[in-house]
């Protein structure tokens, strides 16, 4: 099998092979050595397979050793006379096909969270990006697609020992060359490194989960890595100082931003790589915020929603609608503020093909604030309006009691005046059109109060 278009190869192949037995045929990489017997194939033959059984060739065309395609075909032959036979967990031909499975989907997964890109090349082109990364199975085509749509309005290549991966354009391309790890360094990994150590919660520290979902092989391309033997040596003496020190009373967390990038390109650039919660595993990308760099009003939301999470841009599905369509009757500029999200990645459960949307919890909002925090130190807005409960908790420490609080001004905890009101999404949900128009008015009331302020 060649190294680049291995599944239509394998299938090509497959559908000349199904009715061959499987010990007839020796299966291997193009880069094995030949076989002694190199017959031609028989000719080829229409086939349906069921679709459990598509997608787990696919996975299985991954595996390093060349197993996976022999694993491929004996449950290809062996289907066309015990259709049920993908049921049959126990089966030895499922279970080791399942297995290899499983290998090749964790490899993807660590794929997916490892890879760190750099910016390189010269600043007065398009923005570009590259990352290096070993992965442990021939991943690199399966995995393509996940990169495309996370990082689709960007420019990068992704380099492998055996293939390089570009994305230049809007177009990809890969190519079977073999390259060594390049050793240069870069301010986005300092910048990465920086934010890493503050997210670092030493009373958190278990080595052993860390070093399962974080093997050790990965850390030499990962530059967060670099600093996690410091931080393992010194948890523990913090963690002592942290149960020594005496008890202060509650009071809104004031959090800084951990690092310090220039601009909010650069903040956006290692926020693409956040991993400080779980929801960058099944999102499909960080939204950013948008809008002009200098705003004098930034709005911010709760977190992307469906479309939001596939457009890679904040509030443009319904709820967007609904904030344009009140904003513009309430004399706002929506083009002149920035926009942004309390949580920047999307939340949601899987119901058959639609994906509903869930709050994101405390430790998810908190986990994003020091985004947050960043955008509201390069805009430098004059006001702020928190839309929902969740921005308002993300930016005062309290998000209990909107509907008493809506309409009125309190303080960003960085001390800029703020301005509360709900979130657009609530008055989609509302069943009664006349409450509904009701609410829409207030909102627009609420909009008004920043849409006259001087600049
Ligand atoms: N809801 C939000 O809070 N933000 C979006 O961007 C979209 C929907």
């Known amino acids: 099998m060649p190294r680049l278009g291995t599944a239509t190869a394998w299938r090509d192949a497959a559908r000349c092979l199904v009715h061959v037995a499987p010990s007839d045929i020796d299966w291997g990489w193009q880069d094995a050595p030949t076989p002694m017997f190199d017959e031609p194939l028989p000719p080829a033959r229409d086939l349906t397979v069921p679709k459990a059984f598509a997608a787990l060739s696919r996975l299985l065309m991954a595996e390093r050793s060349g197993q996976g395609f022999a694993t491929a075909h004996t449950l290809l032959h062996r289907l066309q006379a ?49 990352a290096w990364f070993e992965p442990t199975h021939r991943i690199e085509e399966s995995v393509a697609d996940f990169f495309v749509n996370r990082f689709g309005d960007m420019d990068w290549a992704i380099i492998t020992p055996e293939v390089t991966t570009t994305y230049a354009d809007g177009k990809l391309s890969q190519e079977a060359v073999p390259s060594t790890r390049p050793d240069d360094g870069d301010a986005l990994e300092e910048l990465w490194t920086t934010y890493y150590s503050n997210i670092f919660n030493p009373a958190r520290l278990k080595v052993d989960a860390m070093t399962a979902e974080m093997p050790k092989k990965y850390w030499k391309n990962l530059p967060e890595a670099r600093v996690i033997p410091g931080l393992i040596a010194g948890a523990r003496a913090q963690v002592s100082a942290m149960q020594a020190a005496p008890a202060r009373p509650a009071r809104p967390r004031i959090v800084e931003a951990p690092f310090a990038p220039q601009t909010l390109g650069e903040a956006c650039a290692a926020a693409r790589a956040c991993t400080a919660c779980p929801l960058h595993c099944n999102a499909t990308r960080t939204v950013w915020g948008e809008g002009p760099a200098d705003a004098d009003i930034m709005i911010v939301g709760e977190q992307p929603g469906d479309t939001e999470d596939l457009a890679g841009r904040p509030f443009v599905g319904p709820a967007g609608q609904m904030f344009d369509q009140s904003a513009a009757v309430a004399g706002l500029d929506r083009g002149a503020c920035y926009v942004t999200n309390a949580v920047k990645h999307f939340k949601f459960v899987q119901k058959g093909k639609r994906r509903i949307h869930q709050r994101p919890a405390r430790s998810e909002v908190e986990a994003c604030l020091p985004w947050l925090m960043q955008e509201l130190t390069l805009v430098q807005p004059n006001v702020v309006v928190a839309m929902g409960a969740t921005a308002l908790h993300a930016l005062t420490g309290s998000g209990t009691g909107l509907l ?52």
Do not use: C, Y
Not at 423 to 452: K, T
């Open 82 to 130: 015990d259709r049920g036979l993908l049921s049959r967990r126990a089966d030895p031909d499922v279970s080791r096909a399942e297995r290899i499975a499983k290998e090749i989907r964790r490899d993807l997964h660590k794929m997916h969270a490892f890879v760190r890109f750099r910016e390189v090349g010269d600043q007065s082109q398009r923005r570009r990006f590259a």
């Open 404 to 455: 008493k609080r809506r309409g009125h001004w309190e303080e960003t905890r960085d001390g800029r005046p703020l301005l509360i009101t709900v979130h657009p999404s609530f008055l989609l949900r509302l069943p009664d059109a006349q409450q509904r128009a009701a609410e829409i008015q207030a909102f627009q009331n609420d909009l008004r109060q920043v849409a006259g302020l001087p600049k």
